[in-house]
């Protein structure tokens, strides 16, 4: 039973959809590269790109800190809590997974907006107006975004072995040095590759920033706002963004798998 | 020797079975079009789908002139892609299957005749003029056009791409007035949706947009809007799947019954 004959053996039935599924994934990107031009692309690439690439990657990471600090209680909740109707908490958490975003949108300029259930009141009592705004911009990422977070460090949780919990609480050790000392250390990564995913999904949101945080260069045009009105008019522009978007995108997550995220080889 | 075979003969079924699923789907993709154009003696006739792309603006009125079409031609069925013009045309140059389009200006239907995917001359439907919306009872205190260039107030206006925003770009340029947007929407029905939710205190749609909305929102004419008329374009596709269906929508919109309907919206005649 060597490595080699059990390799020699790849059914078919497996190996064909796989190869399909990896080309249908990959050629339309390859269609993008192919499509680029790459000969104007230093005029193409003007102030704006600059300035929706930045407001991308500030959002995106700062709705993934507002996720880690409000996700990671969360999954907590879910997973050690001993919490009745944790199922159905749990169901309730990953509807904006399923939630189209423009919905999600939706949902927060009736709950946040300026005469929302509660922006109402933020408005009156603190002046606070969050549509519009790059605070919303991270609102609206971090709304999408969360569930990730929160699926991947439930998982995690619910993995790691609660024996070294309890024989840190047999130490003495109370439920938050508990939490800080052994729990967080022992589902890092799980924490870390749900904040990758987290932060991906958030860079490329559209639907429900556009929704809740409207449109406007420099203080809510990210970059898929950009490259969808850029597509309007002139395309190559939108290709080249998108170009853009990819190669930030992959660059940091490619990074972050060397760094953080060591997948079986 | 007999254990490979069985699994080989087992896979290769697999696989077969896999393949005749994608030949039927595929299969499935195809049976969804429209009746071909009659052949032969036959006279050309109305029925099958026939799909629309139409400007955001025109949502309520087109959706009820498809119910009086599929009414008036038993057999027929309207579907409609309503969104900023400029979108569509963007998606009918990429070879979407539509067989009619209706933009809110030539602008953009140039887009679409500069690609040879229509080569019929674009008609003249409506016309179409801005108005300012505000929420209902006007909390934002908005006069005129003046209020645009106030910084403390919330303001939506259409990106430049979509015909509302250059026309908008227009009447603003006529007035010498800088806008101080908060956002820059989609399409002009998206603008709407922030005046009927009370998040912005002014915008600036088409007229018929603010009879559309019903007592949500607020309508407040201006002069300068008389100068930034849009022409409301429409022509059915070069490659229209169901062309002759797709002719008979167009006659119906430019007739009377359908002027009738536009009419009523608040659309100007051509």
């Not at chain 1, 690439?45 to 990657?57: D, I, K, P, Q, T």
């Not at chain 2, 697999?14 to 003696?41: D, F, I, K, R």
């Not at chain 2, 009125?61 to 400029?86: Q, Y």
């Not at chain 2, 108005?131 to 934002?140: C, E, F, M, R, Y």
């Amino acid at each position: 039973m060597t490595r080699n004959r059990v390799r020699g053996r790849l059914p078919v039935v497996l190996v064909l959809p796989a190869v399909l599924g990896l080309a249908f994934l990959l050629v339309p990107l390859a269609g993008l590269l192919v499509k680029t031009p790459w000969t104007s692309l230093s005029t193409l690439l003007s102030a704006e790109v600059g300035e929706a690439l930045r407001l991308s990657l500030i959002c995106a990471s700062l709705a993934t800190v507002l996720c880690l600090f409000l996700g990671i209680p969360l999954a907590w909740l879910l997973a050690r809590s001993g919490l009745p109707g944790r199922g159905f908490l749990r169901a309730l958490v990953t509807v904006p997974l399923v939630l189209p975003p423009v919905v999600g949108g939706v949902a927060l300029l009736l709950v946040l907006g300026r005469r929302g259930l509660i922006g109402e009141h933020l408005d009156a009592w603190f002046g606070i107006s969050l549509p519009f705004t790059t605070a919303g911009v991270v609102v609206a990422e971090a709304f999408v975004a969360m569930p990730f977070l929160v699926i991947s460090v439930e998982g995690a949780l619910r993995a790691a072995d609660p024996r070294y919990e309890e024989a840190a609480a047999t130490l003495g050790a109370s439920k938050w040095l508990t939490f800080r000392r052994v729990t967080l250390p022992s589902v890092l990564p799980g924490v870390v590759a749900g904040a990758v995913l987290c932060w991906a999904r958030a860079l490329g949101e559209f639907g429900a920033t556009i929704t809740f945080a409207g449109n406007f260069p420099g203080e809510t045009t990210t970059m898929p706002l950009a490259v969808y009105l850029a597509l309007e008019t002139d395309p190559d522009a939108a290709i080249v963004l998108s170009i853009v978007l990819l190669l930030v995108s992959v660059g940091v997550l490619a990074g972050l798998r060397d760094r953080w995220i060591s997948g079986p080889t | 020797m007999t254990v490979p075979n069985l699994r080989k003969s087992k896979s290769i079924r697999v696989t077969l079975a896999v393949a005749s699923a994608a030949l039927v789907l595929a299969g499935c993709g195809s049976g969804g079009q429209a009746a071909a154009p009659a052949s032969g003696s036959e006279a050309p006739k109305v029925t099958g789908d026939v799909t629309v792309f139409a400007a955001a603006s025109l949502t309520e009125t087109f959706t009820r002139l498809g119910k009086d079409f599929e009414a008036a031609n038993p057999g027929t069925k309207v579907k409609f892609n309503f969104g900023g013009s400029s979108a569509l045309a963007q998606q009918l140059n990429q070879g979407a299957p539509a067989d009619v389009f209706a933009s809110a200006a030539p602008a953009n239907m140039k887009q679409v005749t500069d690609t040879k995917t229509i080569t019929d001359a674009p008609r003249t439907f409506v016309k179409n003029k801005l108005a300012i919306a505000v929420p209902k009872g006007n909390p934002g205190k908005i006069a005129g056009l003046a209020d645009f260039a106030d910084a403390g107030k919330k303001i939506a206006l259409c990106a430049e791409q979509v015909p509302c925003g250059a026309a908008s770009k227009k009447v603003f340029e006529l007035a010498k007035i800088t806008p101080a947007p908060d956002t820059l929407e989609q399409d002009v029905k998206a603008v709407l949706t922030k005046v009927s939710l009370g998040e912005v205190d002014g915008a600036l749609v088409y007229k018929t947009d603010v009879k559309a909305a019903g007592d949500k929102v607020e309508g407040i004419e201006f002069t300068e809007s008389a100068q930034a008329v849009n022409d409301y374009p429409i022509a059915s596709l070069a490659k229209a799947p169901n062309a002759v269906t797709a002719k008979a929508f167009v006659e119906f919109v430019l007739s009377d019954k359908g002027r009738t309907v536009l009419s009523a919206a608040g659309f100007d005649s051509p």
